[in-house]
Structures are given as structure tokens and as C-alpha cells.
């Protein structure tokens, strides 16, 4: 209590990518729900496409997550469980580095503001309204 943590890639990356292996959300759920949940995630929309170029472009040997299909397919997971999760902020990943910046900055200053006016340790658990920080519309 009353730590800041910040980590890539954590549960939300853990159902949207093994979804498309496992095909049963309810059980990778339930596989994942023994981890500490996170007060804020934040959901990058990147075109699929885009991604499959960036990491052909990075040589990395991620078979699955190069076919674009396959990233579609994990986007929409992504974008169905930032629909059912309210502390998810869905930032456009296509803008400059400075617009991003900008955006995670007001996602992380609600949240401690949040905190702050209600008290650090009593928001374990709560569910914020949901948010997207962009005025951008999501892509496929």
C-alpha cells in the first residue's frame, strides 16, 4: 500500500495475446485473477498493421504476433476487455512521442489526485470511469 509500481505488459497483455492461442477467456481469467490487479492500465491503439511491420522491422522471432490477422484478432480482445474494465485508458499510440507523453501524464495525475482527495489506501479494488485520453477514434 502506497507504492507506485510501473510495468509493461501485465495482465491485460496476458488475456489479449493468449486468447488467441487458448480461445477461453473465461479460464485465462481465472488463471490470471490470483494477480494484484492494477489501478490503471494504459491500452495503446496501434493500427495492426503497423504493429506487424514494427516487429518484423525489430527481427524479433515472435512468429504468431508477426501475422497482422493474428494482431487483429488480439486487438479486438483488447479492445473488448477496455470495454469491460473501467481502469483502462486507451492512449492513440500513432502520434508523437510528446502527445503520448502528454496523455500518460493525465492519466497518472487523475489517479493520484484521485487518491489523494480520497485517501491513498482506501481505492484498492475501485473502479474508475472509464477514459480515453485521445480524442482520436480507436482502429482496427
Known amino acids: 500500500a502506497g507504492r507506485i509500481v510501473i510495468c509493461a505488459r501485465y495482465i491485460l497483455s496476458a488475456l489479449a495475446y493468449n486468447v488467441v492461442l487458448v480461445n477461453d477467456s ?3 481469467a481465472a ?10 492500465t494504459f491500452l495503446f491503439s496501434v493500427n495492426p498493421t503497423i504493429c506487424a511491420r514494427r516487429i518484423k522491422q525489430s527481427k524479433l522471432e515472435l512468429e504468431l504476433y508477426k501475422e497482422e490477422q493474428k494482431l ?3 486487438w479486438e480482445v483488447y479492445q473488448q ?3 469491460e474494465q473501467a481502469t483502462i485508458v486507451t ?8 502527445a503520448i507523453i502528454d496523455d500518460l501524464l493525465i492519466g497518472i495525475k ?4 484521485a487518491r489523494s482527495r480520497k485517501g491513498l489506501d482506501s481505492l484498492p479494488g475501485t473502479k474508475y470511469s472509464p477514459v480515453t485520453v485521445s480524442s482520436s477514434t480507436q482502429r482496427p
Open 72 to 74: 487483429r484478432q488480439v
Open 110 to 113: 487523475t489517479l493520484l489526485n
Open 91 to 98: 492512449i492513440d499510440g500513432e502520434r508523437d512521442d510528446v
Open 81 to 83: 476487455l477496455a470495454k
Open 26 to 28: 473465461a479460464w485465462l
Open 31 to 40: 488463471l490470471n485473477s490470483r494477480f494484484v490487479a492494477p489501478d490503471l
